[in-house]
């Protein structure tokens, strides 16, 4: 199938996994291809700068590292899943939510989330 993890549950993941529901952490556990977009790299440092998400830093510092050793592939962001996520109306006008579900949807990935925002955007969820 393949996984896309949103922001939320790559923190969890990383921090407090027992945030997650059991399905959510045995389907990331059994996927053999799970992916963290360069998306959420770019949202993370861009919370981190501004104040939201102190608690990231070594994330953010160690973004590649800390994908490689739980096996998650980074997503680089290309201009299809932008176009994607552009061009679905309506809301949510979020534009990190609109570039994952676009990679979602042209990735044919589920995205493991429990933002409700991505069902709007026509990305498939699990959570």
């Given at each position: 199938m393949g996984l896309l993890l949103d922001t939320?549950?790559?923190i969890w993941w990383i921090y407090d996994?027992?945030?997650l529901p059991v399905g959510a952490i045995q389907a990331i556990k059994d996927d053999q291809r799970v992916f963290?977009?360069?998306v959420t790299a770019m949202e993370l440092a861009t919370k981190l700068r501004?104040?939201?998400l102190p608690q990231v830093?070594?994330?953010v510092a160690g973004f590649a590292k800390h994908c490689a050793i739980?096996?998650?592939e980074i997503l680089p962001l290309l201009h299809e899943h932008v176009l994607r996520g552009g061009s679905v109306p309506g809301e949510p006008r979020d534009p990190f939510?609109?570039?994952l579900a676009g990679q979602a949807i042209v990735e044919n990935l589920s995205i493991v989330s429990p933002d409700v925002a991505f069902d709007a955007l026509g990305a498939r969820r699990l959570w």
């Open positions: 939320a549950t790559l996994a027992r945030r963290v977009s360069s501004i104040g939201k830093h070594a994330l739980d096996g998650f939510d609109r570039m």
